[in-house]
């Protein structure tokens, strides 16, 4: 759907923020195709072999039109698509791209969040171009990296980020989607509830047999009952079916969290092995938080067993970096699953909740975290 191009500037400039959001198409994928002129034109996944359990980590829209998608196994991807071409991922090469078009962002304004490698909110209500339409902010945005990197970029232009992140993804690839503050709500009259963010299949199972198939269906259903249904996400449902997003665009976003995980070409069945490699990793992120001059308060461990089950597991105490103390966290909760019971295809260890110094406390004697 593309709504109208054209904005509304009836009322105050100041109440209207100009938001877009910029998603690149197929991104890794796509790198690989202009980097290399015979994989144009065909279906193409970047990620792991097949026979080493490896994961799709992007794919061509060639390859979209099997079915293929990102975070599917390989093996299933080489089964609905046999003539896939799987390439093998190049990071410092997308890093590369990724930094060119961060770099004409950031000529614009400097309000420029990055959502990660190939994605990015902008605030463009002031830019450097003086453009009064995000809109022509957008187009030229858009030309801008096709110019210089021979990349293509989707774009949604709406009043907050919510909008703007459901538009960029409405006409792909290399889109344009304009939600105008006047059409705001004859968009939102047509969104199903799996529209809103953090609804993914099973809130949206939930919200669905309670009879909310759209998003509007939302504002009529009582708060109480809606927060019986999704908890604690009623109340942000209930803003954004209502259009409202005041979130602003931060240029600055704090890292919220860190971690490591591998899928393992053969099940991990010795509890040893599970050990050792839950401690390596655990070690890994403590040598991310020391360069990082960080501390985390929580370590969360991911566990995926050979029948495809996923479970984590978490614990939060005073904030630390120590090696030896993350590791026995981590350790001590994988002794909260089945593993070694279980054969173990995936392991994954994270911290969170970080900061910049541990907890001051004059009790010498207190634990230096609480048992689990």
């Not at 709504?3 to 197929?26: G, K, T, Y």
């Not at 420029?112 to 995000?134: G, I, K, R």
């Not at 509007?216 to 249904?229: E, M, S």
């Not at 054969?343 to 004697?365: A, E, K, Y």
């Amino acid at each position: 759907m593309q709504c109208p191009e054209s904005e509304v500037q009836s009322l105050q400039p100041a109440r209207i923020r100009r938001i877009l959001h910029v998603d690149m198409d197929a991104f890794y994928a796509s790198v690989e195709q202009r980097d290399d002129e015979a994989l144009r034109g065909k279906p193409v996944a970047v990620g792991g072999r097949p026979d080493e359990r490896g994961v799709v980590a992007a794919a061509s829209y060639e390859a979209r039109t099997f079915g293929v998608r990102s975070a599917m196994s390989m093996a299933r991807a080489v089964r609905l698509c046999p003539s896939l071409v799987i390439v093998p991922p190049d990071f410092a090469k997308y890093k590369a791209a990724s930094t060119a078009v961060f770099s004409i962002f950031r000529e614009v304004t400097p309000l420029v969040e990055p959502m990660s490698l190939d994605e990015a909110y902008l605030d463009v209500t002031e830019n450097a171009w003086q453009e009064p339409l995000a809109t022509t902010v957008a187009k030229r945005l858009k030309d801008r990296i096709r110019a210089e990197t021979n990349l293509t970029a989707s774009a949604g232009v709406a009043p907050n980020k919510f909008l703007a992140k459901i538009a960029s993804g409405w006409k792909k690839p290399d889109g344009l989607t304009v939600i105008a503050p006047d059409r705001v709500e004859s968009f939102l009259q047509k969104l199903p509830v799996d529209a809103l963010w953090g609804v993914g299949p099973v809130t949206a199972r939930k919200l669905r047999s309670r009879g909310i198939e759209r998003l509007v269906d939302v504002r009529t259903f009582d708060i109480d009952q809606l927060r019986q249904t999704v908890g604690s996400l009623a109340d942000w449902l209930s803003q954004l079916a209502h259009g409202i997003d005041d979130r602003p665009v931060e240029p600055h976003r704090d890292t919220k969290s860190s971690g490591s995980e591998n899928t393992y070409s053969e099940d991990l069945t010795d509890l040893a092995m599970i050990r050792a490699e839950i401690m390596e990793m655990a070690s890994r992120a403590a040598r991310w938080l020391d360069r990082n001059s960080l501390f985390a308060r929580t370590v969360t461990i991911k566990v995926r067993y050979a029948d495809f089950t996923t479970i984590t597991r978490s614990h939060s105490a005073p904030p630390t970096r120590d090696t030896s103390l993350l590791s026995s966290r981590a350790v001590q909760l994988l002794e909260r699953t089945d593993a070694g019971r279980q054969p173990v295809r995936l392991l994954g260890v994270s911290v969170h909740n970080l900061c910049d110094g541990p907890d001051r406390t004059d009790d010498p004697d207190r634990l230096p975290f609480d048992p689990l």
